[in-house]
């Protein structure tokens, strides 16, 4: 029985070099200086990139001489991901793998998840924390897990419309009809875009939210004795951003 695909499963397929063309795609280099202090630039680390999309995080810590495993839910982003790795002769290790059944255990000292990477795509909240302990069973003791996620404070102060409105550029995906549920802190979106073949599309979206306070319950639960969280800039990293209800994203630190 074929099961209905998901509307992150549709959207990411076919979509590897315009995806690369998003603005939300563009801050890479910036993010990995930020990752490089949080590294303390220690490049024997094993790190673990969840959600790594077409491998932009993978490749530049690769390329900075890191040693890094992507996984991600989509052979068409991987596919992309490899083509990027070996246009740069890198041999970098990218597995078609599910964020909520991860085959990893006890093997990383750091695992990132940026620009969600799964997280809050999921259908059910459940499913959210599982891929929290799935990437928290793949670290090793005292590893730390950086992530991002887009803020419940955000929406509940501004408005996501004019939000999506102000970074739209030609070409790239546009989000419009977004309705944000008080009860589920749930964002629902019509995304419009254009796949790799010229195709446009039109899929109805739905993402979950956090506040920063579900988050740092929901790791203090999987044994996470340290987390931090700031506000997060495209691009711009920083500890001290200070997470504030204009912040969309914000950047999670956690250490066990």
Request: aromatic share 12%; charged share 30%; proline share 1%.
């Amino acid at each position: 029985m074929n099961m209905k695909k998901q509307w992150y499963e549709l959207l990411f397929e076919n979509y590897g070099r315009k995806y690369d063309s998003e603005s939300f795609t563009q801050g890479t280099i910036g993010e990995c200086d930020f990752l490089e202090k949080e590294f303390k630039f220690d490049k024997s680390l094993k790190i673990l990139d969840v959600g790594c999309g077409t491998g932009r995080h993978a490749i530049e810590l690769t390329k900075r001489g890191y040693r890094v495993t992507g996984i991600d839910f989509s052979e068409t982003q991987l596919k992309r991901a490899r083509e990027k790795a070996e246009a740069d002769n890198l041999s970098i290790d990218f597995q078609h793998q599910d964020a909520r059944s991860l085959t990893f255990d006890n093997e990383f000292d750091v695992a990132i998840m940026i620009c969600g990477g799964g997280f809050s795509l999921m259908e059910t909240d459940e499913m959210d924390y599982q891929i929290l302990k799935s990437v928290t069973k793949s670290l090793k003791p005292n590893a730390k897990f950086i992530f991002t996620v887009t803020s419940a404070l955000f929406p509940l102060f501004n408005s996501v419309d004019e939000f999506y409105t102000s970074t739209a550029e030609e070409g790239n995906s546009t989000c419009n009809n977004n309705i944000f549920d008080l009860l589920t802190f749930r964002l629902n979106s019509i995304i419009d875009f254009e796949d790799d073949f010229g195709n446009k599309k039109t899929l109805e979206c739905n993402e979950r939210s956090y506040a920063p306070s579900e988050i740092t319950w929901l790791l203090k639960s999987l044994g996470y004795k340290t987390i931090d969280i700031f506000g997060a800039k495209l691009g711009a990293f920083s500890r001290e951003d200070k997470l504030t209800k204009e912040d969309f994203e914000m950047l999670v630190i956690a250490e066990t």
